[in-house]
């Protein structure tokens, strides 16, 4: 692997306007129901009234919970991310009532730091000699994590400094706190997020130390002695009591160099991983990029779900065992996924490359979006690949940390979707959308017209004042084959780098390409290690995973059977969901009404036909409730 | 259905000796191991020592657990346990020492009885305020049921009275105690036991006063006002804070005439299910019968395992709904097999039957003996379908009901096997045995040769003194196809009545039968409703379920597929476990070796030949550790 330096850089949020096809209604329900619901649940929860100065808490919110401690120690992550989402959405899409919330909360929380910089409502107000006490468990510097990438966003969409100047206090009270100089403390937080929250405040402010700060808890985390070990003999505890038993949990089992398998709590690894990806690339360090793209290669060939979920047990929140990836209980929790996104957007600053595209495509629009309801005020904090029908989406949670992600990373879309440098604008996801981005100073526009992911053609339009030479890198996806390419009308041959067709040419106003990417209905087998799909079939269209629901259907999903070769169809039923491409066919039933009174017997079950329809398992859970299964049983008669 | 009576009295203990063969193995190994292990472990955990009238309990002993109570509190359930194991043991094979330990032992517990004549070393000594105070929890019943069963059991192995004398007096007590009569208490027990075990005693004594102990407690149950409320209401609880939260979890959810589902606790349902069964054809109580049958119908053809097994779910050790039969997770506890085949015996006692046989023959054969290990030394608590490695034999447990239990059973299989009245003589199991039973006062010995259940030869002789008129009435088990009779070497055609062949003659002595049962390798499948069980196979053979273990196969187990033409051979493996008859074919495996990096892909897993070796599901895991599935899965390539 050659050293690899950072080479995209996402697109600004400001530049990227998405305003009608598949994202643009995500969004515009984004902002019109999630953010102002997310909104209200933190205020209704206290979560909000937590900012005020003047903050009583009330014995619930000073009990502390078996494991040590209490989740009104995250809340103000809860609400950093809901300034984030909003600040996000409101780059592309002015509205003065929410500007008018987003700068009233931002100057409460201004308010609530410290003079020396700290900033944490729990450790002020309810247990103020608990700050840094015990970085393994309570959350403090990913609490700052999070208000420091919602400092940055907001600066980005209001170009207001107080909050971004107030958290760079915050993050120059850590570096004085932590680091390896005398007296200073060898930590870092237990759940990752301030490592890749520095690098954004590093690029936000220009100050070198934040990224310094951010390289330091890279490179310390899982060191010997090791710190939570030194910090819990300070709390009177023994450090082989803590209750998640391994340091894996919280990836400090190893030096982050010598990680080589994805390990621990999912939300966690995802979020440490990526700011690792941000520092191989800043810093040119090839082994510290190689030790990710071995995570990677882990990750998505061993452990991760067929729709994008990773994090298989709910006892961790995090990973298991290679191949072990159950259905029903599943947990792949929706932060995770999430956290899978940012991540892949991360290592594909390394250059186009689809090993990482798909996975950022395949995540976001199955395991991250199956999180919230269509009509955006419920969510799933777990995502299961099969229920008996008693799994729903909930309008909050006691720890509602994916809601609000989720209205961020919706808000965010766009940014995930171009990235550009000096001389190649690449495109990872197709979105009816308008982009523009600096490429050698001057300004590059790409229109993107399509109705994606539930047809595979695009029409993408560059707009340039002057023309321009540089390579635009369109992502053509592993799941597609057959894709096929029209410049300004004429057949254009493939030419694949790392699965991006790079199209090398001084553009003119206006060339138009059309892309198209044929998509067939495909099923999917797992490795013949993955137990719970054994014998079983995914349907996947595009990217998109789907999935059979009970209501559908006229026999119970575990007497389907899907002959090899039934054939498949896809219609778009506008009647269903606002329109969503469902896929039709005839399987098999096994019957049940020549079994009187017997359990068991020597002749099989006979089968009859009967219609088979399956939807986009983001879509699941958003009518009436009932059994659903991702994998379906293949076989004939 | 007609007024049923109790037609068939099962054999003496004493009247049938099983010498070698199958069984007589498994009694060997019984004797010679398990019986004294059960009483070394007895002993070591204390519960002897409670005997003692100066035992001084440990402050463990003392202690109780969230739900409000101790296993200490069922101790003596235990110990009578193996009192009646040890009992029937020496009925048929006299034995000194274990004659001396049984007597001294018997004298410890008869001298713990209270002077009223209540026994119960926990109430007695750690607790005597708990007294009757909480019959739903508590098993004081329950363990003065089994102590009732031991003395029983005493007193035909030994002719002693003293230990039967004392029982007797504890059921007069109760039966002052309890009752529907002014001042008695209209309680009953939580766990069912000492209704099944006041017939025997009924039996053994004479004294109805003791049968109609037992029809009131039957009677009594879950009628309102419901007792379990107005003694929690004594012990200042709120009746609906019980922790199990449904009256289901100990019958008493309804009057047991209006229960018609099997629900909740398997071994107290099935305890109960006894009771109710041999008071219905005491009594002649038409309906209580068909009651009975109901439960039996809606367990048989709903919620029982393919090997035996019931209780699905550990939560309550017992049922959850029709079809829910899991296999990692299966609970399927020893105990509540063998109370389904005490619950067997007790349906033949209505007449020759195998909707009641062919589950008594496989219960036994199958879960039953799958809870102890062949070394004898060891039990499984629960009995899953399906294992990953992790689940082995214990020598113990924290509530060991299920060793003596498994001591107890084994030892009279005899009893199970043979069922007499005047006019017929009924062979309900296979195995190697001479049996002496009265029919019309006289003896008719049958002596029966056979290698079953690896064999289905099996040869008859009667042995009268005088020629004699009767029916015998032999199972043709419902998985024979083409049984077939020969009577002094003449075919004889098949009358079956009920499963039952009925060869009805005047029998002279030196008569001789041959039944051949062919026994092919069957396949079994499962009602399409039984989720776990969709797409896959079991193999029988004969009464006997089979498994795969992994140590037998070169890929994983869920990597098999049995293709649906695929031949299966059985043949005797005598270097195997003691010999074992062990089913082979080929089956097919998915290959793992072209998915370099690959988690899924369009294409279907490619199939190898690889070679399929099963052995009997009861002597799995006494070999290496590993993997283990009765359920394969069906399919080709």
């Known amino acids: 692997m050659s050293v690899p330096t950072r080479r995209l850089v996402p697109a600004d949020l400001r530049a990227v306007v998405i305003e009608d096809g598949f994202w643009g209604t995500r969004q515009q329900i984004n902002r019109e129901h999630t953010i102002p619901h997310v909104y209200s649940q933190l205020e209704a929860s206290g979560r909000l009234a937590a900012f005020a100065r003047d903050w009583q808490p009330t014995a619930a919110e000073r009990e502390r919970a078996a494991w040590g401690g209490s989740t009104v120690m995250f809340w103000d992550s809860d609400v950093a991310k809901w300034v984030e989402a909003a600040a996000i959405s409101l780059t592309c899409h002015p509205d003065a009532a929410l500007a008018a919330r987003l700068a009233a909360l931002v100057e409460q929380i201004v308010a609530r730091q410290e003079p020396d910089g700290y900033l944490n409502t729990y450790f002020t107000t309810i247990d103020p000699a608990g700050r840094w006490a015990n970085l393994r468990d309570w959350h403090e510097l990913y609490c700052i994590g999070h208000l420091i990438e919602a400092a940055v966003a907001h600066h980005q969409a209001t170009g207001d400094t107080a909050f971004l100047g107030a958290m760079q206090r915050a993050a120059t009270l850590i570096a004085e706190v932590f680091g390896t100089g005398p007296g200073q403390r060898r930590g870092y937080c237990g759940h990752p997020e301030i490592e890749l929250a520095l690098i954004r405040l590093w690029q936000a402010s220009g100050d070198a130390r934040h990224l310094a700060l951010s390289r330091y808890f890279v490179d310390e985390r899982g060191r010997q002695p090791h710190y939570y070990d030194e910090e819990a003999r300070r709390r009177g505890e023994a450090p082989e009591r803590f209750w998640a038993r391994s340091y894996e949990y919280n990836q400090s089992h190893l030096p982050v160099r010598q990680q080589h398998t994805v390990a621990g709590h999912a939300v966690r690894a995802a979020y440490l991983y990526s700011a690792m990806a941000d520092l191989a690339l800043i810093d040119g360090d090839a082994a510290l990029f190689e030790g990710c793209d071995t995570l990677w290669r882990h990750l998505t060939t061993t452990r991760m779900y067929v729709m994008g979920g990773i994090g298989t047990s709910r006892h961790n929140e995090g990973f298991t065992s290679d191949y072990d990836l159950p259905n029903e209980s599943a947990y792949a929790e929706t932060c ?302």
């Open 336 to 637: 995770a996924a999430i956290a899978l996104v940012l991540w892949a957007q991360r290592m594909l600053a390394a250059g186009p490359d689809r090993r990482y595209g798909d996975v950022l495509e395949l995540a976001l629009h199955n395991a991250v979006l199956s999180g919230v309801a269509l009509d955006g005020t419920s969510y799933f904090y777990d995502n299961p690949l099969a229920s008996d029908g008693d799994h729903h989406r909930q309008p909050w949670f006691a720890c509602p940390c994916c809601p609000p992600n989720l209205a961020r990373i919706i808000a965010a879309v766009g940014s995930l979707a171009y990235a550009g440098s000096d001389d190649t604008l690449a495109v990872h996801l197709y979105l009816a959308s308008h982009a523009t981005l600096l490429l050698q100073g001057q300004a590059v526009r790409l229109r993107q017209q399509t109705s994606y992911p539930w047809d595979g053609a695009i029409t993408l339009t560059v707009g340039v004042d002057t023309p321009l030479a540089f390579t635009l890198a369109l992502r053509i996806p592993g799941w597609c084959e057959g894709a096929s390419l029209r410049l300004n009308g004429m057949e254009q041959p493939l030419e694949l780098h790392n699965g991006y067709a790079h199209i090398h040419r001084t553009w003119h106003d206006a060339d138009q390409l059309q892309l198209a990417l044929p998509m067939p209905v495909t099923r999917l087998y797992a490795h013949p290690a993955v137990r719970a799909a054994a014998g079983r079939v995914a349907l996947r269209r595009g990217p998109l995973i789907y999935c059979v629901e009970q209501l559908d259907h006229q026999v119970p999903l575990d007497a389907l059977r899907l002959p090899a070769d039934a054939a498949l169809d896809a219609n778009l039923d506008t009647t269903m969901l606002g329109g969503m491409v469902v896929i039709t066919g005839t399987a098999l039933a096994c019957r049940s009404d020549d079994w009187p009174d017997t359990l068991y017997r020597p002749t099989p079950p006979r089968v009859a036909a009967t219609p088979l329809r399956a939807i986009p398992y983001f879509a699941w859970d958003n009518r009436q409730s009932g059994a659903m299964r991702v994998w379906i049983s293949e076989g004939g008669p």
